[in-house]
């Protein structure tokens, strides 16, 4: 279904934009992913998974490389078209929205770094990629540290007491990589490269982390088992192990001195890919409630007859309206300044993905018993919706950083240039 | 004690250099296909110089421009900059430079001012900028 947009000068492109990608997340990802919510966690990356011509379309529809920059061989695309973009791939399916996305996590990272060595052996073959043959991912949490990692402003973070699972150290012309992350890398145990995330020097906690670009066909990194879960089945998700792990000197992208507040414009984005999609989920919800509402018959009419229905349809249209306001309103701040003021990547990624948590809830309430069974997407979409109060930071934990941002910098000053 | 001595010592070195980049490089191409303009707000010396593929020019006529990107930095972090002695997204981290346009532009452009940072050291020798900073 289309929508009506608040904003009525979207030009010709941002239309054209908007309807393909739309198409494909209506006529291709929604299709897999149903058949993806039903199969084994292991099924869906077997060798004779859809996964992997899904993937291959992805790639061949330049979808993998929205956020990079044009230069590269990426879309280029500005901010509002990255709202656009991804309101209809959270649409679509918000796991493998995440999935298509964070393939590109380590090559956007080492274009920030700006290193002619990553650009060639990395960038510049990701964006030429039309096979799924490079496919990165975001190697952060660890068994030990899920919150831990976004809490860079707590007392603890510098604490010689948080010491994590994954540790590297420099030998000679190498860094040596020893530990895991957590079952919870999306797309780890299919990823080809990952941004890897290790601490250097556990003397000074995880301030003393430094960020790293790497591929994972290296001797010594192994794969866990794919994650089965309460939602977003469609994203893979598993650990990866390092034993010995050699990787070359220049891999490293941001050192120790800096890490903080790199951790924080990198979640920043990630929080802004997260707000944009939940638009997507938010909406997919009202769109189930409203078309079954106009079908299902209760006291002789429509349920859309009724008027606490209208209200509660009401409620929930608000919802989208909001979260589409909210993330397009913080992706162009956020994507259009440098560093970015991280507590609104934060209030968007908090309030669009608890309100596409709500919508997902009420649309199970308004479906009635049929919400709950696999003949309508509303029970995927909960499930999904789920799984995004905790993905990419909790929620709470994302609200106490924020504080924190907040205790430090508000009111900020206009920006003056 | 900041590097550029004054306004003028700024604006002659990079009228120049951008004059010549634009001229003679890769980066004129470049910056007129990709329609890139960049506002420089430099303080110590305090300057204000807009680009474009037609070049750079600077004070009020720079500031009457509105540029796709801006750059805020001091004057000793442009000079390290062209010297290839400026870690950028550490200096963004860091707020030692801040940047206002969209992200993948300025993703981009960092690797298109690679012919300036290459023919800078001459003006460091010219106007005797120190180069071991
Ligand atoms: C769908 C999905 C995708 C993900 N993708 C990735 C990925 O690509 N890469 C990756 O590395 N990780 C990924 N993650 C991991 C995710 O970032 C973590 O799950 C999240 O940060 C929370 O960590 P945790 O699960 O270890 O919970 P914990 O940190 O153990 O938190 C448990 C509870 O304790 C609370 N809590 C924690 N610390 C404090 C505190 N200091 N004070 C008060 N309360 C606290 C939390 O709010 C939470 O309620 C993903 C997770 C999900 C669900």
Known sequence: MSYFDLKTDLSAEDIALKDQVHKFARDVMRPVAKQFDGMKADEVVAPDSPLWPFLKKVYELGYHKALMPEYYGGLGLNPLQISLVFEELGWGSFGMSVGMTVLCFPF?????????????????????????????????????????????????????????????????????????????????????????????????????????????????????????????????????????????????????????????????????????????????????????????????????????????????????????????????????????????????????????????????????????????????????????????????????????????????????? | MAIFKDVPMVKEIFGDLWGKMIKDTEFGPKIKEGNISVLFIINDPNIVMYVDANGPIFDAEAEAKTALVTLKMDGDTVHKFWLRKVNVPKALALRQIRAKGPVGTILQLLPLLKPGQEIYPEYCKKYNLPMDV
């Open chain 1, 108 to 417: 956007y990272c080492a274009c920030l770094a700006n290193q002619e060595h990553l650009i060639e052996s990395y960038v510049k073959p990701f964006c030429e990629c039309t096979d799924a043959s490079i496919r990165g991912c975001w190697a952060i949490t660890e068994p030990d540290h899920g919150s831990d990692y976004v809490a860079t402003a707590e007392d603890y973070f510098r604490s010689p007491k948080m010491r994590g699972n994954t540790q590297i150290r420099l030998d000679g012309n190498e860094w040596v990589i020893d530990g895991q992350k957590s079952q919870w890398v999306s797309g780890g145990t299919i990823a080809t490269h990952a941004l890897l995330h290790a601490q250097i020097d556990p003397s000074l906690g995880f301030g003393g982390n430094g960020v790293f670009v790497i591929p994972l066909d290296s001797p010594g990194v192994t794969k866990g088992p794919a994650l089965r879960k309460i939602g977003q089945r469609d994203l893979n998700q598993g650990e990866i192990f390092f034993d010995g792990v050699r990787v070359p000197k220049d891999s490293i992208i941001v050192e120790p001195d800096y890490y903080v507040p790199m951790m924080d414009i990198i979640l920043a984005a990630a929080n802004l890919c997260m707000a944009n999609w939940a638009i997507g989920l938010a909406r997919a919800s009202f769109e189930e409630a409203f078309n079954y509402c106009k079908e299902r018959v209760q006291g002789g009419r429509p349920l859309i007859e009724h008027h606490s229905i209208k209200q509660r349809l009401f409620t929930m249209f608000s919802r989208v309206e909001t979260c589409r306001v909210v993330g397009r309103a913080a992706a162009n701040l956020n994507f259009n300044i440098s560093p970015p003021f991280v507590e609104y990547s934060l209030w968007a990624k908090t309030q669009n993905t608890q309100m596409a948590y709500e919508n997902a809830h009420d649309a199970i309430q308004i479906l009635g018993g049929y919400g709950l069974t696999e003949e309508y997407l509303t029970e995927k979409l909960f499930r999904d919706a789920r799984a995004t109060l905790i993905e990419d930071g909790n929620n709470e934990m994302l609200a106490a950083h924020g504080g924190h941002i907040l205790a430090e910098t508000y009111p900020r000053p206009p920006i003056d240039f």
